[in-house]
């Protein structure tokens, strides 16, 4: 019983140390808060999660029809933001390319007649998700090949005995701040696609 005490003091440890080191989103590394079951999520939500949102340090491509010097090829900074000619700073962080697109023809309207543009997307960041809580092994973990959350619960060897079998969680600050709760059962037996739900850059996975 010592060491299963110590090594739950060490986890307790590890997780404080790693919401201060990663500035994880307020409400992200508390044991209590406002939550949404998965199986409540709305079918808009849902599908909202397979599609991919512009990140910091993705490669945008960006090209403006018959316009090659609006043409751009550039990084998301820090800030979120990319800069073209005539319109400046732009928001790119957290949008689809498909909607970065129509925020740009439609500010380039008032500069060119009917602006066709398209928007890819030519390097991601790595996906990586934060595992905390009551898990043999806590940590940041690499996604990009199998991004389900089931597959980021493996990694972190599972559940401990202390763990509770309805509290997992994922929180998400990418658009709108969410936390989403899943049972342990739902995500093993991959109930409603609950083992399948995407994880995207940033999120962080508890279990309480």
């Given amino acids: 019983m010592v060491v299963r005490s110590n090594s739950r003091a060490k986890r307790s440890a590890w997780w404080r140390g790693a919401c201060l080191a990663f500035g994880v989103v ?24 397979n599609d991919y949102f512009i990140g910091v340090g993705d490669l945008l491509n960006i090209k403006v029809l018959d316009h090659d010097e609006m043409s751009l090829r550039e990084r998301v900074r ?6 073209m000619l005539l319109i400046g700073d732009v928001e790119a962080r957290g949008k689809r390319p498909s909607g970065l697109k129509a925020e740009l ?8 007649k009917a602006p ?25 973990y690499p996604l990009a090949q199998d991004p389900r ?29 969410a936390r989403i709760r899943f049972t ?8 409603g696609g609950a083992g399948d739900f995407p994880l995207h850059r940033g999120d962080v996975v508890e279990v309480e």
């Fill in 26 to 49: 307020a409400g992200g590394c508390a044991s209590t808060g406002e939550y949404v079951w998965f199986a409540q999520l709305q079918p808009e939500t849902a599908q909202a999660a």
């Fill in 78 to 83: 820090s800030d979120g933001r990319v800069s």
């Fill in 105 to 112: 023809e439609a500010r380039l309207k008032d500069y060119i």
């Fill in 116 to 140: 066709s543009v398209a928007v890819n997307v030519d390097e991601t960041q790595p996906l990586t998700v934060i595992l905390l809580g009551e898990v043999p092994k806590p940590g940041v």
């Fill in 149 to 177: 959350l089931a597959h980021a619960i493996v990694l972190g060897g599972g559940l401990t005995d202390y763990a509770s079998r309805s509290s997992v969680y994922v929180v998400r600050s990418d658009r709108k701040p």
């Fill in 184 to 191: 342990y059962e739902d995500i093993y037996r991959n109930v």
